[in-house]
T-cell receptor, first 114, second 113 residues
Framework: EAQVTQNPRYLITVTGKKLTVTCSQN?????MSWYRQDPGLGLRQIYY???????DKGDVPEGYKVSRKEKRNFPLILESPSPNQTSLYFC?????????????FGPGTRLLVL | DQQVKQNSPSLSVQEGRISILNCDYTNSMFDYFLWYKKYPAEGPTFLIS?????DKNEDGRFTVFLNKSAKHLSLHIVPSQPGDSAVYFC????????????FGTGTRLTIIP
């Protein structure tokens, strides 16, 4: 079954404690991205990756890092989380940049930073 | 600056009636529009799309209308069913490919049995 998985699904942490949210897809997609969803703001892109070792900033990259060492995995790293990063996070993938296919989204990770 | 806006945060519709969800955009470079549906504790899933060369696209109970001059699109669901209760996001892309989407703020649709 084609899918995008995220772990953990729920996370409560404290300010400044580094955390990583993992994302994995089994569709051999080249392009992956991270979004955050906040009330009244919709989904906004944080970072994206066009292929292995190729990453770039999206619309709201501050406070986040990513890496793409393997095609299937695209972890989101919060090195020093702050309360304004409390949000619902989605990972998504698409076959490649320029694809006319629609994006596949993971189930989401709800993060609370105290 | 919100380039894609959904001005109704919520909408309640009786089962069997028509649901109309609206979306406005400001960027004239957008040429492809999509609607995603999201259930609680799940990621958004693609519902229906429309290219700017069309003004209507239909898929079963779902129809999307595009008015380019007004920079407005709408999603019609008829007849509405309880399983349609979800949050609906409209999204837009500019140029070739759907990797860079700009999303609206979402409308929570509740179908009343």
């Amino acid at each position: 079954e084609a899918q995008v998985t995220q772990n953990p699904r729920y996370l409560i942490t404290v300010t400044g404690k580094k955390l990583t949210v993992t994302c994995s897809q089994n569709m051999n997609h080249e392009y992956m991205s991270w979004y955050r969803q906040d009330p009244g703001l919709g989904l906004r892109q944080i970072y994206y990756s066009m292929n292995v070792e190729v990453t770039d900033k999206g619309d709201v990259p501050e406070g986040y890092k990513v890496s793409r060492k393997e095609k299937r995995n695209f972890p989101l790293i919060l090195e020093s989380p702050s309360p304004n990063q409390t949000s619902l996070y989605f990972c998504a993938s698409i076959p490649h940049a320029g694809s006319e296919e629609t994006q596949y989204f993971g189930p989401g990770t709800r993060l609370l930073v105290l | 600056d919100q380039q894609v806006k959904q001005n109704s945060p919520s909408l309640s519709v009786q089962e069997g009636r028509i649901s109309i969800l609206n979306c406005d955009y400001t960027n004239s470079m957008f040429d492809y529009f999509l609607w995603y549906k999201k259930y609680p504790a799940e990621g958004p899933t693609f519902l229906i799309s429309i290219s700017s060369i069309k003004d209507k696209n239909e898929d079963g109970r779902f129809t999307v209308f595009l008015n380019k001059s007004a920079k407005h699109l709408s999603l019609h669901i008829v007849p509405s069913q309880p399983g349609d209760s979800a949050v609906y996001f409209c999204a837009a892309s500019a140029g070739f490919g759907n990797e860079k989407l700009t999303f609206g703020t979402g409308t929570r649709l509740t179908i009343i049995p």
